[in-house]
T-cell receptor, first 115, second 109 residues
Framework: GAVVSQHPSRVICKSGTSVKIECRSL??????MFWYRQFPKQSLMLMAT?????????EQGVEKDKFLINHASLTLSTLTVTSAHPEDSSFYICSARGASDTEAFFGQGTRLTVV | GQNIDQPTEMTATEGAIVQINCTYQ??????LFWYQQHAGEAPTFLSYNVLDGLEEKGRFSSFLSRSKGYSYLLLKELQMKDSASYLC??????????WGAGTKLIIKP
């Protein structure tokens, strides 16, 4: 399958700071990127969907000014958690899909801990 | 509406067979995915069904009945490493995935 690389895998940051998470498709052009959040023992919660060159579409309840998503190229999308707080601590996962693909491929995930 | 149901937890014995069921209600249904997720890791793709019937891939098989809104994942010859959560997800006509809460599978020796 196609490879999606997500970085960093773990990050610890202080409350009030911002954290950027990168998601790269290594061997295909990702026309659509999905960003998920997963709290312990819960399923994936879709935060937003982004198409290359367009503004992201956020799910209800997700603050677009707090979770900034940029999908400026066909191989890179970033999620920036701004002014992070302890309640933002979670497992963030991206997935990417090409124009002709049905399956979306997942990155490795990022464990964010805000202290 | 959009809804996915699967059992919260199942227990099985090493070497045995287990079937994990999933029922869905999805507008513009466009296929059903099964993913495996080990604790602390991202999901990994197992199967995709869009037509009725059974698809077999080694020890894992997946079944779909579109008329019944039902799918199952069948795991044979269970191994300890199969202990994980199994996520059922349906795809709608906009290619969006609707995720189930996952079934935690516990394998006992």
């Amino acid at each position: 399958g196609a490879v999606v690389s997500q970085h960093p895998s773990r990050v610890i940051c202080k409350s009030g700071t911002s954290v950027k998470i990168e998601c790269r498709s290594l061997d295909f052009q990702a026309t659509t990127m999905f960003w998920y959040r997963q709290f312990p023992k819960q399923s994936l919660m879709l935060m937003a969907t982004s198409n290359e060159g367009s503004k992201a579409t956020y799910e209800q309840g997700v603050e677009k000014d707090k979770f900034l998503i940029n999908h400026a190229s066909l191989t890179l999308s970033t999620l920036t958690v701004t002014s992070a707080h302890p309640e933002d601590s979670s497992f963030y996962i991206c997935s990417a899909r090409g124009a002709s693909d049905t399956e979306a491929f997942f990155g490795q995930g990022t464990r964010l801990t805000v202290v | 509406g959009q809804n996915i149901d699967q059992p919260t937890e199942m227990t099985a014995t090493e070497g045995a067979i287990v079937q994990i069921n999933c029922t869905y209600q999805t507008s513009g249904f466009n296929g059903l995915f099964w993913y495996q997720q080990h604790a602390g890791e991202a999901p990994t793709f197992l199967s995709y069904n869009v037509l009725d019937g059974l698809e077999e891939k080694g020890r894992f098989s997946s079944f779909l009945s579109r008329s019944k809104g039902y799918s199952y994942l069948l795991l044979k010859e269970l191994q300890m490493k199969d202990s994980a959560s199994y996520l059922c997800a349906s795809m709608d006509s906009n290619y969006q995935l609707i995720w189930g809460a996952g079934t935690k599978l516990i394998i006992k020796p």
